[in-house]
Structure formats: C-alpha cells, structure tokens
C-alpha cells in the first residue's frame, strides 16, 4: 500500500496534489510519501518483533539525506556500499554502531573512515579484502567486527543483472569454504568475526530461494560454532520485491519473510539483521513527469516526455515495467490509446513503454511513473547535459523539495578547464 492516490480527480501524495508539487517544482522531479516510507520500514521492524534485530536500510535504493534522517529517526540502521554512503549515514546523524559496511570492493580509504568514525560491521566479500582490512586495523590499533558474505548458490529466479547468489556471481565466498575462512579470521589480531552474511539478490518475489539460503546458513552457524567461533548476528538479504505492475499478483509480504526468519532461524539465537532497500522507498515514490509533445509515427503514437533514461534509468536498463499514470484521472471507461512512451534523450533505448494502453493524452499533461522510490534518482545521471531532477519529500499537507534542480551554470562550472588552454 501506498499513498499516492487519487482524490478529487487528481493524483495526490499524502494530501498534496501532485499538480500542485509540478507547479511549483517543475518536471520531471521525484517525490517521495513519508507516510509509505515509515510505513514499510515498520512493516519490516514488525516483521522481525520477538527476535532480537536491526533493519538496517540499504541506501543505495534512495540515499537523499532527508530520506535517512527520516529512517534513523525510526531507529533504521544503515547498509552502505561506499566511502561515500558512509559519509551519507553519518551526515545524517546515524550512529556508527548502526551502520553495516557491505560491497565487493571496499578501498583502505574507505576501511580506515569507517574504523575511525564508527562500524557495526564489515561484511566481507573476499579473502584478500579481509586481510586489507585486518592490515588497517592494526595499523590503527583497533579490531574490526566482521561477518563474511558467504555465497550459497542458491538461485534466487530474478532478473539476471541483480541475482547475486549463484556461484558464478562476483559476490561473496563460497559457503563451502567459510570454515577454513573463519578460522583464518580467528588468526588474524585486527579481526574478530561476530556473524555470517549471505544475499542471494534483489526483486525476489518467491520465498522458496530465501528458505534454501537459510537452511544453509543455519547449518554453517552450528559448524562454525562448533569450531568455537562466536556466531552471535546473521545478516540476511536479498531484497523482497515490490508490486511494479499492479495488474500482477504481489511478491510475499515482510510478514511472511519474517515469519521464515523465525521459523528457520528463530532457535539460533543470533540478532538478525536484514538490508531492505526496494521495499521501504519503491512504492514510496513516484517520477513526475510532462508529456512534452504527442507525435504521430508510423503505425504507432509516440508520448515524448520531459523525463528520460537518465532520469529513471531501469526501463532501459533492465527492461523494468513502471505503471505510467496520468496526474488527471481518467473518467470510468475513458477512450484509451496505445503508445511509446519515450523520453527526448538521443537513444532508442530511450523508451520506458511500448504499445502501453493509455487515456488519451496531449501536449502539457502530466503523468507519474509509478514504484520509482527506489533505484530513480541513484541512479539518475546528467547524460545529454540534462540537470539531475529534484526530488521532494511530502509530509501530510506539506511538502518540501529535498534536493534542487542544479542550473546550467553549476553544471558547467563544475568543469575546469587546463591550465594551457
Ligand atoms: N544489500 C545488498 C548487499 C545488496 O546488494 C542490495 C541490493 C540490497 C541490500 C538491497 O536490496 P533491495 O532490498 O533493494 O532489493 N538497481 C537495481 C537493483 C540493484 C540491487 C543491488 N543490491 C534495480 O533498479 O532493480
């Protein structure tokens, strides 16, 4: 559920007409619900109540500073993938005992502002990462709390490009070999190893593969702990998916992923962590965006927006489906027509539809792509020199906007030119 509705006739977040936000703001722009953000981060906060945990959101889904405040004023903790999200979570007065450290290629640059500002732990991706990060440690005469990711080859029957739990994956250690890895770890005076980490993917709607990753690592604890190592936290991940077209049936909710938590991992004992993502900010935000100009094609109608590929990228990226609504809602059984939805930028791949049923729409309407909360405005990039779009946090009837439109000068005077020009 979320809260973008129609009321009135026109599209509302919360109790804010979007027309209103496009007025004011201008198009294409994100915004973001704070009443579906809160909403499913406590949905997964419920999820897991009874267990010992921390949801700690994964913010490369939306990473805008007012978006964390919001979450650490929940109580979120935070996964980061980067010196800079890091930097982000602490910007956004995150406790460094919250913030979780995961990615395949963590810098000593990035080892050493988080050993100094505040970790809850490393999750390892690789053996010679874990040495790196014990040579840091030491060499800043501390110990470094670290879970290694292990990867249990456990397909997790989503889109290939975001799958990362097969063998064949960058991502992880093989599970086979995690006892030998932990007790290389137990060696090592700059590391002490409080948990095991596995994710098997993103946009997961079956809970089977998330079963199977877990029965895995249950396993693994007990070996482990045989082996004396002091498994106290489980980092579970692969994101639960979303609803993105609303015609399909729904992925399961947090309630059933937390109930397989229990069932499967209830009796370790351990603190669960979980990284969503997807789910808090997915359908917690919409792209906003004006139909610049109908064009008649060949055989085919053609609505060119003002948004773009590099304003929403997963279209072209990943042959993602986001529902395109209009701001305007259509009369009960209003004429409905086919188009190509595309935005002005110089690719083909510029398409976020084809053959897409829509009311019939012209020049200066105003439409939302609907689920773009969430890996929208990361992701987004100045391509063809297009400023990057706001974004904007609605609140009730308030609304404020969280991130501007940069002008064309703060574009180009991010450029230098050489001194022998
Ligand atoms: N933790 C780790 C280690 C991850 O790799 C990811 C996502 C997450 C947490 C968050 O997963 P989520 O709850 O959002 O599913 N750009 C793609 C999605 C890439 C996801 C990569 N990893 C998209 O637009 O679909």
């Given at each position: 559920m979320d809260h973008f509705l129609y009321r009135d006739g026109m599209?509302?977040?919360?109790?804010?007409?979007?027309?209103?936000?496009?007025?004011?703001?201008?198009?294409?722009?994100?915004?973001?619900?704070?009443?579906?953000?809160?909403?499913?981060?406590?949905?997964?906060d419920e999820a897991l109540s009874g267990m010992d945990h921390l949801v700690c959101y994964a913010m490369k889904a939306a990473s805008n500073q007012a978006i964390l405040k919001l979450m650490a004023s929940l109580g979120a903790g935070m996964d980061v993938v980067s010196g800079g999200e890091y930097a982000r979570a602490i910007a956004a007065g995150v406790p460094g005992d919250k913030i979780v450290f995961s990615g395949v290629g963590k810098t000593r640059e990035?080892?050493?502002?988080?050993?100094?500002?505040?970790?809850?732990?490393?999750?390892?991706?690789?053996?010679?990462?874990?040495?790196?990060?014990?040579?840091?440690?030491?060499?800043?005469?501390?110990?470094?709390?670290?879970?290694?990711?292990v990867n249990p080859d456990v397909d997790a029957k989503t889109h290939a490009?975001?799958?990362?739990g097969k063998s064949e994956n960058k991502f992880g250690i093989p599970i086979s070999r995690a006892p030998e890895?932990?007790?290389?770890i137990?060696?090592?005076?700059?590391?002490?190893?409080v948990g095991i980490d596995v994710h098997i993917g993103s946009q997961l709607t079956d809970l089977e593969p998330y079963r199977q990753a877990f029965t895995k690592v249950k396993e693994l604890t007990q070996v482990l702990r045989?082996?004396?190592?002091?498994?106290?936290?489980?980092?579970?991940?692969?994101?639960?998916?979303?609803?993105?077209?609303r015609g399909n049936s729904a992925p399961p909710l947090p309630v059933e992923y937390g109930a397989l938590v229990r069932e499967v991992l209830g009796d370790t004992g351990c603190e669960i962590e979980i990284e969503p993502g997807r789910l808090i900010a997915g359908n917690a935000g919409i792209m906003l965006s004006k139909v610049i100009y109908v064009k008649e094609g060949e055989g085919r109608n053609f609505l060119i927006l003002d948004g773009a590929m590099n304003d929403l990228i997963r279209p072209a990226?990943?042959?993602?489906?986001?529902?395109?609504?209009?701001?305007?809602?259509?009369?009960?059984?209003?004429?409905?027509s086919p188009y190509d939805i595309v935005g002005p930028v110089c690719e083909t791949g510029?398409?976020?539809?084809?053959?897409?049923?829509?009311?019939?729409?012209?020049?200066?309407?105003l439409v939302a792509f609907r689920s773009a909360g969430a890996y929208g405005a990361v992701m987004a990039s100045e391509y063809n020199t297009r400023p990057l779009i706001p974004e904007v946090l609605v609140h009730g009837d308030q609304f404020a906007v969280i991130r501007s439109r940069p002008s064309y000068e703060e574009i180009i005077n991010r450029d230098t030119l050489p001194g022998w020009m």
């Open positions: 599209l509302h977040a919360e109790d804010v007409p979007l027309s209103e936000i496009a007025a004011e703001v201008g198009t294409p722009c994100y915004v973001y619900s704070t009443a579906t953000l809160t909403r499913h981060f406590r949905l997964f990035e080892m050493t502002a988080a050993l100094k500002g505040g970790v809850r732990q490393f999750n390892l991706e690789s053996e010679p990462e874990m040495e790196a990060l014990n040579e840091v440690a030491l060499s800043l005469g501390v110990v470094a709390p670290v879970t290694v990711r490009k975001i799958a990362t890895v932990y007790g290389r137990a060696q090592m005076k700059g590391l002490k190893a045989d082996q004396g190592h002091d498994i106290i936290r489980l980092d579970l991940g692969g994101g639960l998916g979303i609803p993105y077209d990226m990943y042959e993602a489906h986001h529902d395109i609504v209009p701001l305007v809602e259509p009369a009960p059984g209003a004429e409905q510029d398409t976020f539809a084809k053959g897409r049923n829509m009311p019939v729409l012209k020049a200066d309407d």
